[in-house]
């Protein structure tokens, strides 16, 4: 299946050092929005607004996002054991001087008080983890010529582009953007160079080239990491989008001082969630893409660790977190909205488990109010 990657035989981690989670597939819902999880010996189902389901623990989804990526042919050019080892140390000692809660504490002291949308911090979270990340994948280019781990495989990556196309087709041609399928989504390509695009926590730029492909041309790719950016620049050279601007830029402190039609994210939202501050850095998140995308523009966002319906849920809390009316049960006519939701892609293969259908990844589209 897309984005499940096998999780390489235990090392033998230094003492002290956090165990390695083992990988769940994780499935979110495209109609009813349910999140699976699955073990060795047993599964457990939560679905948005389905009670009778076992809701999945914190420390199985906040391993969630370890299916992203699928390994290449090549294997690694460097030790993958080690890297984990070099990112569970530092998460370790980020626990050890009280920056940041261990994966095994308590995210605050009140349990009763934490978001049911929290999950456990996670090396996956740490730009330590996604610097050794790239910078194994830049070698392995340098070696193999290879592009890397394509995050949630290379058949979403397109659905997104071809899909981001369909949004942008009924916009120009005045409808109210739906991403249905059955929209015709042939524009000309000059009308296209005026949707600037950006792509935050861009990785290896692939979906930046893949937009380029359906016609976009105002192409703009961002993320902390110095050797993703160095990736996406050497990927782009070699298969000719050299028009393609990357920049090394973190969307939660980001210095762009200009705003665009479009910002996809394709696993940034994911990451950024796994941060042992995860609660605090989603609120930035949420902040710093209302300033960046321009008014009646889109933001299309692809998770594997959030169903469409949290995701929809996220963006309502933001409006109330910034209106000042985050504790109100009904925020119909009490907020004012910043984001609406459009819909999300209904086209992933879809799994039933326990009675409900879901599937591995989800794509959903807000548009800026």
């Known amino acids: ?18 165990p390695r989670p083992q990988l769940p597939p994780a499935f979110a819902g495209a109609g009813t929005a349910a999140t699976a999880t699955a073990t060795a010996t047993a599964g457990a189902l939560a679905g948005s607004g389905s009670g009778g389901l076992e809701m999945a623990s914190d420390d199985e989804r906040s391993v969630a996002a ?24 530092v998460l370790a000692a980020a626990a050890a001087s009280a ?17 049911p949308s929290d999950v456990e911090g996670s090396m996956l979270g740490l730009q330590s983890y996604w610097d050794a990340s790239y910078s ?3 070698a392995n280019f340098q070696e193999h010529g290879h592009a890397g781990e394509i995050w949630f495989g290379a ?26 399928d059955n929209i015709n989504s ?7 160079s005026n949707y600037p695009v950006l792509d935050v926590g861009t990785g290896n730029g692939l979906l930046l080239q893949a937009l380029a492909k359906q016609g976009f041309s105002n192409l703009t790719g961002t993320d902390y990491s110095e050797g993703a950016i ?29 705003k665009f039609k479009i910002v996809t994210d394709k696993g940034t939202f994911d990451a950024i969630g796994l941060h042992p501050d995860g609660r605090i850095k989603r609120v930035m998140y949420w902040e710093s893409v209302s300033n960046l995308v321009e008014s009646g523009g889109i933001v299309v966002i692809t998770s594997c660790n959030h169903t469409k319906d949290e995701l929809v849920q996220e963006v309502e809390d933001f409006s109330k977190t910034k209106s000042g009316k985050e504790h109100l049960d009904e925020v119909a006519g009490n907020v004012a909205q910043i984001f609406r939701y459009i819909d999300h892609v209904r086209t992933y293969p879809t799994i039933m488990f326990g009675g409900v259908e879901g599937s591995q990844v989800c794509t959903v589209a807000f548009q800026r109010l």
């Open 1 to 18: 299946m897309a984005g499940i990657r096998l999780t390489p035989e235990e090392p033998e981690l230094p003492q002290g050092t956090p």
């Open 66 to 89: 370890d299916s992203w990526s699928v390994r290449s042919e090549y294997g690694s050019t460097l030790d993958d054991d080690q890297r984990y080892a070099d990112a569970a140390e």
């Open 99 to 115: 920056n940041f809660p261990s994966g095994a504490s308590d995210c605050c002291s009140d349990k009763d008080d934490q978001d």
């Open 136 to 138: 194994e994948d830049l």
């Open 155 to 180: 058949d979403v990556m397109d659905t997104v582009a071809i899909w981001t196309k369909k949004l942008c087709a009924e916009i120009i041609k005045g409808a109210t953007p739906s991403g249905n």
């Open 186 to 192: 042939e524009v000309d390509d000059n009308q296209l």
């Open 230 to 258: 160095e990736l996406a620049k050497s990927l782009a050279a070699r298969d000719g989008f050299t028009s393609i601007n990357f920049l090394v830029d973190d969307i939660l402190g980001t210095k762009l001082d200009r």
